[in-house]
């Protein structure tokens, strides 16, 4: 079965830094580019980040570049995102999502949500 | 800064059919965008319905259906089920970046 589980999410103070790690299983890891998308409470999904299957091509929305970082071990097929200088527009809830060529976002975790507040 | 519209709601009866669109602010919405279509109901993950316009995924049931329809992908219920009360959002590809549009809610009545 496939599984991806998200964990480290929490309670953040503005401009502080959170690493989110996603656990995959049930699949070939290595095979899939992997995606991280964000949803505020009550409000629509946003794309984030994604990474291809080595970790040597990245990309982010513009809304996060130069703060977060995508990246992955293959080898403990997990995933990660890096968070730093959060502000309160960061908080949601954050999925991580499969794909394989053109079969987006085709497995999702159930998300770990992040909030940022003082 | 792209922009993806979405009709904010819809309201179909029980055995209906329903088409909800995804418009480009950039443009006529083609194939090379590779509109993906998502569902997602209240306290669940998302689930993928459709990718490159038109391509159901294995779960996907068959009353459901992508197209381009009039410049904008188009994904199209045919005899919608109570369970089919959601929220749905399209994805578009730029570059190297993808943007979700804001969500259809559609409600079954």
């Known amino acids: 079965e496939v599984q991806l589980v998200e964990s480290g999410g929490g309670s953040m103070q503005p401009g502080g830094s959170l690493r989110l790690s996603c656990a995959a299983s049930g699949f070939t890891f290595s095979s899939y580019w992997m995606h991280w998308v964000r949803q505020a409470p009550g409000r629509g999904l946003v794309w984030v980040a994604r990474?291809?299957?080595?970790?040597?091509?990245?990309a982010y929305a513009d809304s996060v570049k130069g703060r977060f970082t995508i990246s992955r071990d293959n080898a403990k097929s997990t995933l990660y995102l890096q968070m730093n200088s959060l502000t309160a527009e960061d908080t949601a809830v954050y999925y991580c999502?499969?794909?394989?060529?053109?079969?987006?976002?085709?497995?999702w975790g159930q998300g770990t949500l992040v909030t940022v507040s003082s | 800064q792209t922009v993806v519209t979405q009709e904010p709601s819809l309201t179909v009866s029980p055995g209906g059919t329903v088409t909800l669109t995804c418009a480009s602010s950039t443009g006529a919405v083609t194939s090379g965008d590779f509109p993906n279509w998502f569902q997602q109901k209240p306290g669940q993950a998302p689930r993928a319905l459709i990718y490159s316009t038109t391509e159901r995924h294995s779960w996907t049931p068959a009353r459901f259906s992508g197209s381009l329809l009039g410049g904008k992908a188009a994904l199209t219920l045919s005899g919608v089920q109570p369970e089919d009360e959601a929220e749905y959002y399209c994805?578009?590809?730029?570059?190297?970046?993808?943007?979700f549009g804001g969500g259809t809610k559609l409600t079954v009545l």
């Open positions: 994805l578009l590809f730029y570059d190297t970046t993808w943007v």
């Open positions: 999502a499969r794909t394989r060529d053109w079969e987006l976002l085709s497995a």
């Open positions: 990474i291809d299957t080595a970790g040597g091509s990245k």
